[in-house]
């Protein structure tokens, strides 16, 4: 719960740090899976026009607060702000709302309820993100940390929201036959338990390296680093961090870095 209370920056906001602290430790996390989305997902935009992620939920549920950290790729996006979503903006309630960027190509925001018993109800928009293309090109955007808030301040223990992606591309160059991928991957079987195979094939030797990542964008173990001729290859996962011990069930993400580029793929672990 440290951690959370973090987030919310007291100096720069004025909000005593008693009162912030009484809204987010009142109760222990709830017990219910939620699951949000990024809306549109895998989206193009032209070099110089604007764009907007939404973070939506489409559950019937209860929320005071949530607070999120997103990264993104600087040379292909410019930020240009984020806040509050129409399920606040359209409730009446007052909501204390913030966006930060404090290191290059990172936003946290977050936006809260003040008042008891005060809540908004899904489905619908709980926040807003707006992007400007920059540079051709393709940035991944992943999610660091996702919180929610029930409405007696109790966190949800289990929230995710999967990373999208944003392509800026100018719509002449999409003319032609589509660009040939730097590398091929692939995860079999899928979904998987514990064990899984990943198989590539690289245009042109040189260094590889082959992460897996959890949603919230934490390294859990590398599986591959070092110099690799071109053609095919395997590796095998069996589950675990890179400390030995078994990871959780859940979506992962696979990002392998090749000489030609970057691709990745996603898996998800059953328990």
Same mark, same amino acid.
């Given at each position: 719960m440290t951690g959370r209370v973090a987030h919310f920056r007291t100096k720069k906001t004025g909000i005593p740090a008693g009162l912030m602290l009484a809204l987010l430790v009142l109760a222990s996390a %709830?017990? %219910? /899976?939620? /699951?949000?989305?990024?809306s549109p997902t895998d989206t193009t935009v032209s070099p110089e026009d604007q764009g907007r992620l939404s973070i939506l939920i489409a559950d019937s549920l209860e929320i005071r +607060?949530? =607070? *999120?950290?997103?990264?993104?790729?600087? +040379?292909? *996006?410019?930020? #240009? &702000?984020?806040?509050?979503?129409r399920l606040y903006t359209d409730s009446g309630i007052f909501t204390f709302q913030g966006f930060e960027e404090n290191a290059p190509g990172t936003w946290y925001g977050y936006a809260v309820i003040l008042g008891v018993g005060l809540f908004v109800k899904g489905p619908g928009e709980l926040f807003t993100w707006d992007f400007e293309g920059l540079n051709p090109g393709t940035t991944p955007i992943?999610? *660091? +940390?996702?919180? #929610?808030?029930? +409405? =007696?301040?109790?966190?949800?223990? =289990?929230?995710? #929201? @999967?990373?999208?992606?944003?392509?800026v591309q100018d @719509? #002449?160059?999409?003319v032609g036959p589509p660009a040939t @991928? @730097?590398?091929e991957m692939n995860i079999y079987p899928n979904p998987f338990n514990p064990r899984t195979e990943i198989s590539y094939d690289l245009r042109q030797p040189g260094l590889v390296r082959l992460d897996v990542f959890d949603l919230r964008g934490r390294l859990v173990t590398t599986l591959l680093e070092g110099v690799r001729p071109a053609g095919p290859g395997t590796v095998t996962w069996d589950g675990k961090?890179?400390? &030995?011990r078994e990871a959780p069930g859940g979506v992962y993400l696979f990002l392998l870095q090749t000489p030609s580029g970057v691709v990745n793929t996603r898996g998800l672990q059953l328990k």
């Open positions: %709830a017990t %219910a /899976q939620v /699951q949000l989305s990024f +607060t949530i =607070d *999120v950290t997103v990264t993104y790729d600087t +040379t292909v *996006v410019r930020s #240009l &702000g984020g806040a509050a979503g992943t999610t *660091v +940390t996702v919180y #929610l808030a029930t +409405t =007696d301040g109790g966190w949800f223990s =289990d929230v995710t #929201l @999967p990373g999208t992606t944003i392509t @719509p #002449l160059s999409a @991928p @730097p590398a961090s890179r400390r &030995g």
